[in-house]
């Protein structure tokens, strides 16, 4: 008896994960079902203007879930479904603990090391402090959607913008050598990124 209960306490706890399941498609009372618990038991979803949600706390795995609005069996056709042999729809629900797809993505923020030698307990000099004047820009706006002056290929794959130049809005006059107002912006879409660059005449009195 005591080797079983040592043996139940070796198995680590399982994870159980938020998951939160919404419904979009109107109605008044809206009930999700799955196969967490062999579709035994419904969860009301709240309502929140024209949108019902619920949050459920599920162990990893993929379920099979559909819901009942107003009292009809309905699924939501723009996300992962299948037909069993009776005819009946159902969403698919991958429930998983997130992990980073890589790791290397994280690891570029991180400052290179700097050698040991580089610290010691000596004040630095005049001299070493005027060595090198501060840049005059932020090396940032080189890197913007109106930073990049080489237009030779427009194809080609461009390098991934800096989460520092996401969502700002980057103006320049005078934009390469045309009379031109330039206004940019790079925006980011989940793993993808969009560049907006407006051109307007600068008008001369």
């Known amino acids: 008896m005591n080797g079983s209960d040592e043996s139940t306490n070796n198995n680590p706890p399982e994870i159980e994960i938020p998951t939160l399941i919404t419904w979009s498609q ?32 599920l162990p990893s795995g993929i379920y099979h879930y559909r819901m009942i609005v107003d009292g009809v069996p309905r699924y939501v056709s723009e996300l992962p479904h299948v037909t069993d042999e009776r005819g009946q729809v159902a969403n698919l629900l991958d429930v998983h603990e997130y992990i980073p797809d890589s790791l290397d993505s994280v690891a570029e923020f991180d400052a290179p090391p700097s050698p040991e030698h580089s610290y010691n307990m000596e004040f630095p000099t005049d001299e070493e402090l005027t060595k090198q004047d501060p840049p005059a820009l932020p090396p940032q706006l080189l890197m913007t959607a109106l930073g990049g002056t080489d237009h030779s290929d ?37 793993s993808k990124y969009v560049n907006f660059v407006l051109y307007k005449p600068l008008v001369r009195r």
């Open 26 to 57: 109107g109605g008044n009372e809206v009930f999700v079902e799955g196969s967490w618990d062999n579709w035994t038991s419904r969860k009301v979803l709240e309502r929140s203007g024209k949108d019902h949600a619920v949050l459920l706390v």
């Open 154 to 190: 427009e194809l080609a794959p461009k390098a991934k913008p800096q989460h520092v130049v996401l969502n700002h809005l980057f103006i320049e006059k005078g934009w390469g050598a045309q009379s031109l107002l330039a206004l940019g912006l790079t925006h980011r879409f989940q």
